[in-house]
């Protein structure tokens, strides 16, 4: 199954990162959770407090406000960058 990507469409966030964590739990394999910014963010965290207290690897992709945007109040422009502990979380990388 080299190159082969399966995509589940998932309406809530929160159950997006607890059913990647399934998957990846299931097979073995690392799960990919993909959301948009804000507070989307925010709804994957108790997947990956879990995720890392199981040793399940667990991939993060959110997108995130433009940085002219952040720290300005506008609308989902919280910290993304600092929204998950080290303590969970072992690589996170802001791509510009």
Do not use: C
Not at 82 to 93: H, L, Q
Request: charged share 20%; no cysteine.
């Amino acid at each position: 199954n080299v190159g082969i990507v399966r995509a589940i469409s998932v309406h809530d966030e929160r159950g997006a990162g607890f059913r990647a964590l399934g998957y990846a739990r299931q097979n073995g394999r690392p799960a990919a959770v993909i959301t948009s910014s804000g507070t989307a963010v925010a709804n994957l965290y108790p997947s990956v407090v879990e995720s890392s207290s199981d040793g399940v690897p667990l991939l993060v992709i959110t997108a995130d406000r433009p940085y002219e945007n952040r720290d300005t109040g506008s609308n989902q422009s919280i910290d993304q960058v600092k929204m998950f502990s080290s303590s969970y979380v072992r690589w996170f990388r802001d791509i510009p």
